[in-house]
């Protein structure tokens, strides 16, 4: 069976498959080797698509774990002379650099990247997606993703419930709900990682591959310090957030690296 990214018959590579000269499935490490072959075994036995979703929800529990560990590391150390002594210096930092223009800038980033828009764009990078490729594949990668930043971002502040800044400090519209982890930060982190890497995929060249990987990154890090200069977080909160998402995107990943790699296999099916 070939499918994207595969040899094709006059042995050319093609490259929806590579990032820069790295094909993603080649597994260089010793455990990379030993965790494709399982992945391999187990589309063997259940396909190549039932293996990406048992892989996705084996990393999406690791991940929920990961964060509800963060959580109670961060519950454990908060108030004392630790990670909370960054808060009160970021914000007032924030604050210094506050203006008109830029108030209104944060408060318009803080509402393309928020709980409304970011869901519809996941849903409209999928549809477009199952358009143009005719698989599955990608729309599961961003469902997984939305799913699971959600599911991370709940437990956070779940767990925690913690205050946002004081309104004296923030500015308008104030939000209610517990303030760690930033779900702006871990939803973005996740989603635009997600896309970035998909898209990626799909160009020849490396430049097109640096400027959408750095565009993701670039925007990741302007939502996450926005929220702070707003007010509507603190800076442990944001930086969390980039974390758990990093370590969310990179099961995704992961797991997709791990499809790609039975595609050339023709006792696995679809």
Not at 143 to 153: C, F, H, W, Y
């Amino acid at each position: 069976m070939t499918d994207a990214g595969s040899t094709t018959p006059t042995g050319t590579t093609r490259h929806d498959r590579q990032i820069g000269r790295r094909d993603v499935t080649e597994w260089r490490s010793r455990a990379g080797q030993r965790l494709a072959s399982r992945h391999q075994s187990l589309a063997q036995r259940i396909g190549a698509r039932r293996a990406l979703v048992a892989t996705l929800a084996v990393g999406g529990g690791i991940a929920v774990a990961a964060t509800a560990g963060a959580a109670y590391i961060y519950d454990g150390v908060t108030g004392r002379d630790g990670i909370e002594s960054l808060d009160g210096p970021a914000l007032r930092r924030a604050k210094t650099l506050r203006s008109p223009v830029v108030n209104g800038a944060a408060a318009a980033i803080a509402h393309v990247f928020g709980p409304v828009a970011m869901p519809v764009l996941t849903i409209g990078a999928a549809v477009g997606f199952a358009v143009r490729d005719r698989r599955a594949s990608p729309v599961t990668l961003l469902v997984a993703a939305g799913a699971g930043s959600l599911a991370m971002t709940m437990l956070g502040k779940d767990l925690i419930k913690r205050n946002r800044p004081h309104r004296r400090d923030a500015i308008p519209p104030f939000e209610k709900s517990p303030s760690f982890p930033s779900g702006h930060t871990l939803n973005t982190t996740t989603i635009l990682g997600v896309l970035a890497y998909l898209l990626a995929l799909r160009q020849e060249r490396n430049g097109p591959q640096v400027a959408l990987v750095g565009a993701a990154a670039g925007t990741t890090l302007t939502v996450g310090l926005s929220r702070v200069l707003l007010g509507a977080h603190w800076f442990t909160d944001v930086a969390v957030g980039w974390v758990t998402g990093a370590g969310w995107l990179s099961m995704i990943i992961t797991s997709h690296r791990l499809y790609l790699s039975t595609q050339d296999d023709d006792t696995v099916a679809e």
